[in-house]
């Protein structure tokens, strides 16, 4: 089992949010409270640190307390970009990434990942339907490679993931929690059924 403290958590908010009107997608507000900060409560307990990758709003972020870091290459390239812009801070052998738009994440990802990685270099969740590219627990020495994957012009993230060892972890039982907010009326909807979904005793977003 791979330990906490060999693990950086990597939060995936530097994206474009076209979707979502343009507007940045961490300060989004779920229930009240920024998409950002409730992804954080997840993820901050299962990890090491946690490095925000962002290209806007940045003194915003960095008021949250964790180190803010944005993409190394123009344009928004896309999420691996913002991996890399992370995985060039890190000191741990390992990152976990997740996106700022998933506020339910499963508070045993890490524990789920590792425990079924094996001698594979990276470890991808797949909510039973799809998988979650974002959601993914990656060896921090694929480092190099990623950069001159991505300066080559590389950008499909499951095509970089193709470059290595990489397995699937079934989550099928907790399905729901990948849910991803992307337009105003997903976080409407959300909105809606939180209060007698994902607070209820025994909810699956426990």
Excluded: C
């Excluded at 925000?52 to 390239?77: C, E, K, M, W």
């Excluded at 809606?192 to 979904?197: F, N, Q, S």
């Amino acid at each position: 089992m791979i330990e906490r403290a060999d693990v950086t958590g990597v939060l995936l908010a530097g994206g474009r949010g076209q979707r979502m009107g343009g507007v940045d997608k961490g300060w989004v507000e779920l229930d009240g409270l920024p998409l950002v900060t409730q992804v954080l409560q997840r993820l901050s307990p299962q990890v090491d640190r946690v490095v925000i990758s962002a290209n806007r709003h940045l003194d915003r972020y960095r008021r949250l307390g964790h180190a803010v870091v944005t993409d190394s290459l123009p344009d928004y390239p896309g999420p691996l970009a913002g991996a890399l812009g992370a995985l060039q801070e890190v000191s741990t052998p390992w990152i976990l990434l997740t996106p700022v738009d998933m506020p339910w994440l499963p508070v045993d990802t890490l524990s789920r990942l590792s425990g079924a990685i094996g001698e594979a270099d990276i470890a991808v969740a797949h909510d039973g339907r799809r998988l979650q590219p974002l959601v993914a627990l990656i060896r921090s020495s694929l480092s190099g490679d990623l950069a001159q994957w991505l300066a080559a012009g590389g950008g499909r993230v499951v095509t970089w993931y193709g470059r290595h060892r990489w397995i699937q972890v079934d989550f099928s039982a907790q399905e729901v929690q990948f849910a991803n907010l992307n337009t105003p009326r997903e976080v409407e909807l959300a909105e809606r059924v939180e209060a007698d979904y994902v607070r209820s005793p025994g909810s699956r977003h426990e």
